[in-house]
């Protein structure tokens, strides 16, 4: 069982995706990354990260309707969650 704590980026600008991941990979993360809010939900409910990293902006579902969406998901209330 993996004890790195596990980080999930929803960006929709891919460079700064890469970038992000890269830079969190290299700390040590084990990190996974989504292009839009709807894939970043599908990814939150498959992979259950620890923390979540999403970007304001972003086409289909912005960042406050990823968040209100996972806040009423009694699994995700408590997960850290920073735009």
């Keep these: 069982m993996s004890t790195k704590k596990k980080i999930l ?14 830079l969190l990979e290299m700390e040590g993360f084990e990190v996974v990354t989504a292009e839009n809010g709807v894939v970043g939900l599908e990814a939150a409910r498959r992979e259950r ?5 999403c970007d304001v902006m972003m086409p289909e579902m912005d960042g ?3 968040l209100q969406t996972l806040r009423q998901d009694p699994d995700f209330a408590a997960t850290p969650f920073l735009f």
């Design 64 to 66: 406050y309707e990823v």
């Design 49 to 53: 990260p620890d923390v979540i990293l």
């Design 9 to 22: 980026i929803i960006e929709d600008q891919a460079t700064m995706r890469r970038n992000l991941a890269l």
